[in-house]
């Protein structure tokens, strides 16, 4: 029988849902609204008013006042009821902050107890957050956090094909929280789309039952048949406890959900989903899209159907994916809910059993967080999803021909200015070339200004940290102390650039062009600057009237990154003036045009100083943001915020792009830079910045930010000293080349600039970030730039140091010379693949001539169950021999650690191809089982009982 009015009157008032006050104000405000009459019209008023919620309401009218409020948390609405615990959206009403609640029998036992007690100390960002355990009554309570966002399910449901590169990240992601769960010896039991939450910036986050007990088999009502798309095949059949590989065994169901579009298996019922899952193969993924090698590998194994054949852990399942990972896809740490930090302070204050690591600061824990990085747009938020390709490591291999301090010119760091600048002049040159037909302007594209709410937009421009004083004023009697900054300008924005850009370029092209020093070092710059004035001019562009000018490097496939130009007028009547000289047409928000034959510009009109000419789709997705700029990496972020933009020149970069991504950048004479550049660094380094001003003083300022427990003062100390090095490596250097007259007096005086500008180079920090600076006379700008760029353009020419082994074919190198050349060679995380691509790259530049060629055989390597993603860490070879560094990468690459080559767990082995020429070699890494099979002759050190040679 329904409730009269006055009964659900004293029943809401019973319930404690609101304060006295608020209950009589929200009675009379009911009396005015007319809504008394029915006791049903009554709560859907109140739902509407948001006094109180659906759950509340059936409570109310079911003739109960509750229970709503437990302890100091009240419930709101009832969520699914899985595995006999019931749980419900919530709030802690001393903060405001909203939680679940997981509600289970109380029955004292010392398991439930150390359940919960597990949750409590496992942290991690890829897990829902457990802050505390509360009994009331017969009940035990977990709170855990409400995570924001969309599940899984949600966005599979919408249809939206999840591009490769997001599907890699969300397992790897989902991995690193299971390996947390799983080093507790805890099982999460139940994993699904329904279980994953996905947030702005593809931040996954898996969620927990901590009330839930596993036990032997499991049963489903038929609302929830969905699920069995992800069991383990002896969950059902063998009635097993779930455990940490059928976790394994789901998330691999659910990897291949997302990459394929569809579950593994269908069936109409439990029973055939079982059976297919127990018998069937899974269909390939080839048959579903283009798959990296070796990923489909990756998801077979997480799914096989025998357990001993399954990953045995979650965390070699990350570590096998970080190889597909590409630093702009790396995991992103979730951003805690602004009532969060005073909930923990409460917790704090209150539940002194909850543990340090939740709520010693009031933030959230950083205990294996991941790097922020820049993410893809986000799936939960409605942003168009981009194909992400095929990731490898962060860090390329580090080549070398001389120990350490004798390599390849490391002065040549010096015209890390030139880098960007001769990046930025050869691919205008490529990009943005001139049309060879009428363009076609398109409208299909909406733009406003910039969305300053957008989740996943960086933040806007904050002042500098707080620098020691005492460390920026100018003292000339110690040497030591920072230089003072000529400049006190506003930090650098990177508006209207595409989400995925990795490396910045900021000029000031009218103020450098005005000044006469400045127009000296682009005088100095020779063919390059023409290079550049030259794409300049067939784009019609002014580059004189250009205030600023920011230049993004995105990554690519293949070939050099993608260029986007972001650019300033120095006013509005001189974009105008330009865009009268190119053919436009109106576009949402502004006007469009070709800009050469693979880029497109477009003029907004919310900015009418600002241009933008972009390939595109990055012009599309730069739009369809509205011109905000892109998340960027923490490390990257910071030296943003320490930039200066009445600088004339700004560089800002990770340095591992330079390596990875966007190694293609550095071609021709300018790709002998890369190395040295990275080797001048140093170790560890995820950001740098380097901003050159030329004026009264020439004044450079050079920031670098690192992941390694170092104290940024040394580490910039580090970086001085390998200055220091560089007078000397000038003049063996200048011994390998042939100096023409035309050069030959800069040449001369080189080594004294460089020593000059070490003399005049001093070290400190801004808070955590390390910082070299340096004040010259302003000549000296023009003379360094003009040597270095005749240093980079002139080819080594001599003799090198004689190798061993013999030639052929008129001098050419032959097999043994090969294999028996001593060099050097290093990185610190590589795929094998990747790897070896890099290795004979390498070996072929030390031996001009040589056709060398290392090949893996994939299908061998599938047959023994090995990928060509094999990491391989740590590599740091010293003179040794070609055979002896190949070699070497084989033993680390092989699934299982042998002590030696010669063991049969040695699976993996190189032999010289049947096909090889005298005068070059061809090189196989197989199997041993492949060798033996093919009658291939295996190197002596992998023999059991190697011969003497």
């Known amino acids: 029988m329904p409730v009269s009015i006055e009964e659900f009157w004293s029943l809401t008032q019973q319930s404690r849902l609101w304060a006295s006050g608020e209950y009589q104000d929200i009675k009379e405000r009911a009396v005015s609204a007319k809504v008394t009459d029915d006791v049903q019209t009554l709560a859907n008023w109140l739902i509407q008013q948001k006094a109180i919620t659906k759950y509340q309401s059936k409570v109310l009218l079911s003739g109960k006042s509750g229970p709503f409020i437990f302890g100091d948390y009240r419930v709101n609405e009832r969520l699914a009821n899985p595995y006999k615990v019931r749980r419900f959206t919530g709030i802690h009403l001393p903060t405001n902050h909203d939680v679940l609640l997981h509600f289970r029998r109380s029955d004292n036992s010392q398991e439930g107890m150390g359940l919960a007690k597990k949750h409590l100390s496992i942290q991690h960002p890829q897990l829902d957050r457990c802050y505390e355990m509360i009994t009331a009554g017969s009940f035990e309570i977990a709170i855990t956090e409400e995570i924001d966002g969309s599940s899984l399910r949600t966005v599979l449901k919408s249809n939206?094909?999840?591009?490769?590169?997001?599907?890699?990240?969300?397992?790897?992601?989902?991995?690193?929280?299971?390996?947390?769960?799983?080093?507790?010896?805890?099982?999460?039991?139940?994993?699904?789309?329904?279980?994953?939450?996905?947030?702005?910036?593809?931040?996954?986050?898996?969620?927990?039952?901590?009330?839930?007990?596993?036990?032997?088999?499991?049963?489903?009502?038929?609302?929830?048949?969905?699920?069995?798309?992800?069991?383990?095949?002896?969950?059902?059949?063998?009635?097993?406890?779930?455990?940490?590989?059928?976790?394994?065994?789901?998330?691999?169901?659910?990897?291949?959900?997302?990459?394929?579009?569809?579950?593994?298996?269908?069936?109409?019922?439990?029973?055939?989903?079982?059976?297919?899952?127990?018998?069937?193969?899974?269909?390939?993924?080839?048959?579903?899209?283009?798959?990296?090698?070796g990923l489909s590998e990756v998801v077979a194994f997480m799914m096989a159907k025998q357990r001993p054949l399954r990953y045995q852990g979650a965390a070699e399942i990350a570590d096998k994916l970080e190889g597909y990972l590409k630093q702009s896809s790396q995991s992103a740490a979730p951003t805690p809910k602004p009532s969060e930090t005073s909930y923990l302070s409460w917790l704090r204050g209150q539940r002194e059993r909850i543990p340090a690591h939740l709520i010693d600061d009031g933030k959230p824990s950083t205990n294996d967080r991941p790097e922020i990085i820049s993410p893809t747009p986000s799936i939960a938020d409605g942003s168009k999803p981009v194909d992400v390709p095929q990731l490898v490591s962060a860090s390329r291999s580090v080549i070398s021909n001389r120990p350490r301090k004798k390599t390849a010119p490391n002065w040549l760091i010096l015209g890390i200015a030139l880098i960007a600048v001769a990046v930025t002049g050869t691919i205008i040159g490529i990009q943005l070339a001139i049309p060879t037909a009428t363009p076609t302007a398109s409208s299909d594209s909406s733009v406003g200004t910039p969305n300053p709410s957008r989740s996943d937009s960086a933040p806007e421009t904050s002042p500098s940290p707080a620098v020691d004083e005492e460390s920026l004023n100018l003292v000339d009697d110690d040497g030591q102390t920072l230089w003072k900054s000529p400049t006190k300008g506003e930090n650098i924005t990177l508006e209207f650039t595409p989400p995925d850009a990795q490396m910045f370029l900021f000029l000031r092209p009218k103020s450098i062009s005005q000044d006469p020093e400045g127009a000296k070092v682009l005088r100095a710059l020779g063919p390059l600057y023409d290079s550049l004035q030259h794409g300049f001019q067939q784009l019609k562009l002014p580059w004189d009237q250009l205030d600023s000018m920011l230049v993004a490097f995105s990554p690519q496939d293949i070939g050099p990154p993608r260029v986007t130009i972001s650019g300033i007028f120095d006013s509005e009547a001189g974009r105008n003036e330009f865009l009268s000289s190119v053919t436009t047409s109106a576009s949402?928000?502004?006007?469009?045009?070709?800009?050469?034959?693979?880029?497109?510009?477009?003029?907004?009109?919310a900015e009418p100083k600002r241009i933008c000419i972009s390939p595109p789709d990055d012009l599309q997705q730069i739009l369809e943001i509205r011109g905000a700029p892109p998340l960027l990496k923490r490390q990257v972020e910071k030296l943003r915020q320490l930039s200066d933009q009445d600088r004339h020149v700004t560089l800002l970069l990770d340095p591992h792009f330079l390596n990875a991504d966007g190694r293609e950048a550095l071609t021709g004479p300018y790709e002998k830079i890369r190395l040295p550049i990275q080797d001048f660094l140093g170790e560890g380094i995820q950001a740098a910045s380097l901003s050159l001003n030329i004026g009264e003083s020439f004044y450079g300022e050079l920031f670098l930010a690192s992941t390694l427990d170092r104290a940024p003062k040394q580490l910039a100390e580090d970086c001085r000293s390998r200055l220091g090095e560089l007078p000397e490596q000038v003049n063996n250097y200048l011994g390998q080349i042939t100096i023409d007259k035309f050069w030959q007096p800069v040449a001369l005086r080189f080594p004294l600039m460089i020593s000059f500008l070490y003399d005049q180079s001093r070290v400190g920090n801004v808070g955590d970030t390390a910082l070299i600076n340096f004040v010259m006379p302003p000549q000296a700008a023009h003379n360094l730039f003009l040597a270095t760029q005749l240093a980079i353009e002139v080819p080594a020419g001599g003799a090198s140091a004689p190798a061993t082994g013999t030639t052929n074919g008129g001098g050419k190198p032959g097999l043994p010379q090969i294999l028996g050349h001593t060099m050097n060679f290093a990185f610190p995380q590589q795929s094998l693949e990747f790897a070896i691509r890099d290795f004979g790259q390498a070996v072929n530049e030390a031996l001009p001539g040589a056709d060398f060629k290392v090949e893996i055989v994939g299908r061998d390597l599938q047959l023994a169950g090995i990928t060509r993603n094999q990491q391989i860490r740590d590599v740091s070879l010293t003179q040794k021999t070609v055979d002896e560094i190949l070699t070497e990468l084989v033993h680390r690459a092989n699934p299982v650690r042998t002590e030696s080559v010669s063991d049969p767990e040695q699976k993996l082995v190189w032999v010289v191809s049947p096909t090889s020429v005298p005068t070059g070699a061809t090189l196989l890494i197989t199997t041993r089982t492949a060798t033996q099979e093919n009658g291939y002759e295996l190197p002596q050190q992998f023999l059991a009982n190697p011969a003497k040679k």
């Not at 949402?588 to 510009?601: I, P, Y």
């Open 160 to 293: 939206k094909r999840i591009p490769t590169g997001i599907a890699v990240r969300i397992a790897h992601q989902i991995a690193m929280g299971l390996a947390q769960l799983h080093n507790a010896q805890l099982t999460h039991g139940c994993i699904s789309p329904a279980d994953i939450i996905i947030q702005p910036g593809n931040v996954s986050r898996l969620s927990r039952f901590p009330l839930r007990f596993l036990q032997p088999g499991l049963k489903l009502p038929p609302d929830r048949l969905a699920e069995a798309d992800y069991w383990a095949p002896e969950l059902y059949a063998h009635r097993q406890t779930p455990d940490p590989l059928t976790d394994i065994y789901a998330l691999g169901c659910v990897f291949y959900e997302l990459l394929a579009g569809q579950p593994p298996f269908g069936g109409d019922t439990i029973a055939e989903k079982m059976e297919l899952h127990a018998s069937e193969p899974i269909q390939p993924l080839e048959n579903h899209r283009d798959m990296p090698d």
């Open 588 to 605: 949402e928000g502004g006007q469009r045009w070709q800009a050469g034959s693979s880029h497109v510009g477009f003029a907004p009109d």
